[in-house]
């Protein structure tokens, strides 16, 4: 079992910076594939950026290319996404995600656990 919880969301305006934080509880955080989606308001859940358990391999969406990055601390069971240049397009609920026993991977339906999602505004 895996327990995810999210932080670091807010209001920022367009080319600010945030960095969001998912703490993860569980001993097989340090093995799992881990990914970032969001939700915007009427939209469907989209896949932002995911990390390989070991942190060598990492995907960016084509929307937050040379803008997100994903990394994480496996000594800390938490994962980040930092996000700069943002845009008001970036606004969304956030959801961090894990894949126990997985490679990496851009589909939302291949993640086992998510975590209640943090919210990101960016006003122009």
């Known amino acids: 079992q895996v327990q995810l919880v999210e932080s670091g969301g807010g209001s920022v305006q367009a080319g600010g910076s945030l960095r969001l934080s998912c703490a993860a509880s569980?001993?097989?955080?340090?093995?799992?594939?881990m990914g970032w989606f969001r939700q915007a308001p009427g939209k469907e859940r989209d896949f932002v950026a995911a990390?390989?358990?070991?942190?060598?391999?990492?995907y960016n969406a084509d929307s937050v290319e040379g803008r997100f990055t994903i990394s994480r601390d496996n000594a800390k069971n938490t994962v980040y996404l930092q996000m700069t240049s943002l845009k008001p397009e970036d606004t969304a609920v956030y959801y961090c995600a894990a894949r126990t026993g997985g490679r990496v991977s851009r589909r939302g339906d291949e993640y086992d656990y998510w975590g209640q999602g943090t919210q990101v505004t960016v006003s122009s």
């Open positions: 990390i390989a358990w070991a942190g060598f391999i990492t």
């Open positions: 569980g001993r097989t955080f340090s093995s799992a594939a």
